[in-house]
């Protein structure tokens, strides 16, 4: 598990999915911070991502490097600390390139409840699925060959 956090940590831009009407609506996004498995983010009151999620707080968010990819799933939550809200205004220059100050925007934080870790490099490819509500991990299907 600790491979794919640290996965994160160093591809920070994702695909973040969202749901609207029954429809997915994904955009790229990106991690603000990581403390272990709570990921936290930064968007506009105005943008329809915040609208989004006040109406449906199920996320998926996907990275993505050569031939490593790593999924996660979870609910976002805007309860997030003053003093995360500063660092990660002050942390991140396209914030502050967009915003006057950092209470103009709306933070949230992802507890990972599920996230899956393939790498496709080997032969076989990888795949784990980590639960970390349940803490259990597993292998998952590489396809008809090693399956």
Not at 8 to 21: I, M, Q, S, Y
Not at 82 to 101: A, H
Not at 104 to 109: D, I, R, V
Not at 116 to 122: Q, T
Request: glycine fraction near 4%.
């Amino acid at each position: 598990m600790q491979t794919a956090l640290n996965f994160l940590k160093e591809n920070k831009d994702v695909a973040f999915a969202t749901c609207e009407g029954g429809l997915p609506k994904i955009r790229v996004f990106q991690i603000m911070k990581q403390d272990g498995t709570v990921l936290y983010f930064a968007t506009s009151f105005k943008k329809a991502v915040y609208r989004q999620l006040q109406q449906n707080p199920d996320i998926e968010i996907l990275s993505m490097k050569d031939k490593i990819s790593v999924r996660c799933s979870g609910q976002v939550n805007f309860y997030v600390d003053e003093t995360i809200k500063k660092w990660i205004f002050d942390n991140n220059s396209v914030l502050s390139r967009l915003y006057n100050s950092y209470d103009q925007l709306a933070y949230f934080s992802m507890n990972i409840a599920e996230m899956d870790y393939y790498d496709l490099s080997p032969t076989p490819p990888v795949l784990k699925h980590f639960n970390l509500i349940t803490s259990e991990e597993c292998n998952g299907f590489v396809g008809e060959k090693f399956s």
